[in-house]
Nanobody
Framework: QVQLVESGGGAVQAGGSLRLSCAASGIIASNNAMNWYRQAPGKQREWVAQIARGGTTTYVDSVKGRFTISRDNAKNTVYLQMNSLKPEDTAVYYC????????WGQGTQVTVSS
């Protein structure tokens, strides 16, 4: 049974930083493409970043140079380091993976004030 548990969200001022964590169980994170998505109020869920099986990372243009996705294989955990946060980064952030179907965590709230 695949389970993803996000943590690390919070409230910060613009320009601040947060590190989100996604602890995976039921899968080996390093054998899968792990993703971060976010959903702001009234908007559709938006893909943010991916770390592929081989370690290649990709990002949506709006976070390039500010966010970094990484993986700790020993902890079976994926991270999203978010720097230079902007109010428009405010959203619920979700970790997601496809293992036959999409699996999602419960989400963690990130609120950035100006």
């Amino acid at each position: 049974q695949v389970q993803l548990v996000e943590s690390g969200g919070g409230a910060v001022q613009a320009g601040g930083s947060l590190r989100l964590s996604c602890a995976a169980s039921g899968i080996i994170a390093s054998n899968n493409a792990m993703n971060w998505y976010r959903q702001a109020p009234g908007k559709q869920r938006e893909w943010v970043a991916q770390i592929a099986r081989g370690g290649t990372t990709t990002y949506v243009d709006s976070v390039k140079g500010r966010f970094t996705i990484s993986r700790d294989n020993a902890k079976n955990t994926v991270y999203l380091q978010m720097n230079s946060l902007k109010p428009e980064d405010t959203a619920v952030y979700y970790c997601g993976v496809i293992v036959g179907k999409w699996y999602w965590g419960q989400g963690t709230q990130v609120t950035v004030s100006s």
